[in-house]
């Protein structure tokens, strides 16, 4: 049972480019979301699904798209990287807003 | 808005002594709260929920939790630390208010760590 999936586990990015974390989830989840994490500042809401086809902004939206086609896949797209997306991502999912989240390994991700 | 609060960046605890790692919350409904843990360069594993019922609640590793409506606080306790227990601890809430419900917002963080 494979939980969420995230890929990549690393990934340098120099600024103005752009990328897509990918996260897919196995457990028929039908709420999906991405945070970040910067040392001391816990975790921050960047986008959040709950269910395919919808999506919603959550505190730090800011320079980040998703999509949610499928009820797998929330992919995480950054479109012209900046140094302060430096952190790490973390995907995480759950099966009502009761349950509790199952969250992916995370990506590091370095912005130079 | 919804709000956690972890007042404490760290606890220290000698092995064997009990610990407590503090949380309070702010919303405008009722509360869902849990706690997770971090262990280094590893994803939030959940440790427990209070959704509702009992105002104590057990969950992995030996731990728990004392929901207190009246202080706004879900303080998380074991009675007696191991070293392993040496992690990132994060307290989250999300709240329900009439047909909505809110976002699930973490706290800061409060990193313990058990001496032997």
């Known amino acids: 049972n494979a939980g969420v999936t995230q890929t990549p586990k690393f990934r340098i990015l120099k600024i103005g480019q752009s990328m897509t974390l990918q996260c897919t989830q196995d457990m028929n989840h039908n709420y999906m979301y991405w945070y970040r994490q910067d040392p001391g500042m816990g975790l921050k809401l960047i986008y959040y699904s709950v269910g395919a086809g919808i999506t919603d902004k959550g505190e730090v939206p800011n320079g980040y798209n998703v999509s949610r086609s499928t009820t797998e896949d929330f992919p995480l797209r950054l479109e012209l990287a900046a140094p302060s997306q430096t952190s790490v991502y973390f995907c995480?999912?759950?099966?009502?807003?009761?349950?509790?989240?199952?969250f992916g390994q995370g990506t590091r991700l370095t912005v130079v | 808005a919804q709000s956690v609060a972890q007042p404490e960046d760290q606890v220290n605890v000698a092995e064997g002594n009990p610990l407590t790692v503090k949380c309070t919350y702010s919303v405008s409904g009722n509360p869902y709260l849990f706690w997770y843990v971090q262990y280094p360069n590893r994803g939030l594993q959940f440790l427990l929920k209070?959704?509702?019922?009992?105002?104590l609640v057990k969950g992995s590793y030996g731990f728990e939790a004392e929901f207190n409506k009246s202080q706004t606080s879900f303080h998380l306790k074991k009675p007696s630390a191991l070293v392993s227990d040496s992690a990132l601890y994060f307290c989250a809430v999300r709240a329900f208010y009439g047909g909505s419900q809110g976002n699930l917002i973490f706290g800061k963080g409060t990193k313990l760590s058990v001496k032997p």
């Open positions: 209070y959704i509702t019922g009992d105002n």
């Open positions: 995480a999912s759950s099966y009502s807003g009761t349950g509790e989240a199952f």
